[in-house]
Each structure stands twice: as structure tokens, then as C-alpha cells.
């Protein structure tokens, strides 16, 4: 799955010079926690944040009068508080990379950008929809957790096993096991009941952690 699929577009982007109590009440309209800033020609010159705009906004403490106030915040632009080292992804970027990216540098979002042009944006938001995917949290079945040792043909023989009990594997999801010697598989199949299905897999696992029914959303 590449971004290009998950991404939000057209995007609202802003301007430099646009004030940030307009850009913040644009957010808040749009109920989005953020902007890509374009300039005049649509390239990408910066991203600014909800979190840059309310910092950059007088705190409740402040001995200003309400009109000191507004004309304070009415010479501050998003230019002047936005980030402008942007890390940005291309649309051919895999998901996982752009959740890599988005979870070492501790960012909410990334612009997609075809060369400095913005054609997207991607964001924490739209990683957990495609997690929601991957496990199959929207989907009734019977959910399984369960360790297989990391040997050539391991989970051959499971999916093998819930074919042979006439059940059909909606999810599959590898994941770190316990140690180098194995890995925690989680499935989600439907055509088989919770107790048959256990009986069925348990020869094919090292150990089953969790098997549960699941009812859709």
C-alpha cells in the first residue's frame, strides 16, 4: 500500500502573510491540527500546526486590553511561526514508511509532494484507519492471537489448518513474538466456530494468547 492511497486530497493549504487568528479559525472550521503554507506559485514553503498557532497567541495572563490584544495578533502571521524545514513523502511512498518517518520524528503529518508541488496530505490519523484494516477491527469473526515458531513453513501449516476446517482467513498480521524463535500471528477467519478453530490450530502453534469473538462495527 503506497500513500498515494491513503491521502487526503485536495488539501487546504495557507498562506505565509494569512494572520494566525484567521488560520486558526480556518482550522477549527475545517477541524483539521494542520496546514502545509504555499506560496504564491502552490509551492511548499512550510506546515504550521495548531499547537505553533495557539503558542504564538497571548496566554490568559496577559495584562493587554482586548483591543491591544487583537492588534497584536493581527500582525502575526503564519509565516512567522510556521515550520519551514518540512519532511515531506512523495505519493509513491509505502504506508509504513511514511508511519516510520511520522513516529521517529514525532510528527502528526506529512505533506505529499509531487517535486515542491503539494498533491496530498497523509497523517497519524489515516495510519490508524489502515491499522484498523490490517486487523480487521471493523469485521465480525473470530479473532486469534497466537506464537508459531519462525520456521520455513510454520504458518503454512496454520493457514492450512483453518482451510481444513472450512474457514476463511479475512486478516493476517505478523508482529514481534517473544523472542528471535518465534513470531505472534494474528488472524481473524470466519465459517468456523471459536472451539473447533482452537482445536484445529493448536498442533500448528507454539502457544495461542488470545482467541476471542468479534462483532463488527
Not at 61 to 86: C, P
Not at 119 to 130: K, L, N, P
Request: proline share 5%; net charge neutral.
Amino acid at each position: 500500500m503506497l500513500v498515494s492511497e491513503r491521502m487526503n486530497r485536495p488539501v487546504i493549504t495557507v498562506q505565509p502573510g494569512m494572520p494566525i487568528q484567521d488560520a486558526l479559525d480556518l482550522m477549527r472550521r475545517q477541524r483539521v491540527r494542520r496546514f502545509p503554507v504555499v506560496d504564491e506559485h502552490g509551492q511548499l514553503v512550510g506546515i504550521v500546526s495548531e499547537k505553533d498557532l495557539l503558542n504564538a497567541s497571548p496566554s490568559d495572563a496577559t495584562s493587554l486590553s482586548i483591543w491591544e490584544l487583537h492588534f497584536l495578533l493581527s500582525k502575526i502571521t503564519v509565516g512567522q511561526v510556521m515550520t519551514r524545514e518540512v519532511i515531506s513523502v512523495g505519493e509513491d511512498t509505502p504506508i509504513e514508511e511514511a508511519a516510520r518517518i511520522m513516529a521517529d520524528n514525532k510528527i502528526g503529518g506529512l505533506p505529499v509532494v509531487r517535486g515542491r508541488e503539494i498533491v496530498g496530505i497523509v497523517t497519524e490519523t489515516d495510519v490508524f484507519g489502515v491499522f484498523l484494516e490490517m486487523l480487521g477491527a471493523r469485521t465480525a469473526g473470530v479473532r486469534a492471537s497466537v506464537l508459531i515458531a519462525n520456521q520455513p513453513g510454520t504458518l503454512a501449516a496454520l493457514t492450512k489448518a483453518v482451510y481444513g476446517q472450512g474457514g476463511n482467513i479475512l486478516t493476517l498480521s505478523t508482529f514481534l513474538g517473544e523472542s528471535s524463535l518465534n513470531s505472534l500471528i494474528t488472524f481473524k477467519t470466519e465459517g468456523v466456530p471459536l472451539e473447533k478453530l482452537k482445536e484445529a490450530i493448536r498442533p500448528s502453534v507454539v502457544r495461542i494468547v488470545d482467541m476471542r469473538e468479534t462483532k463488527g462495527a
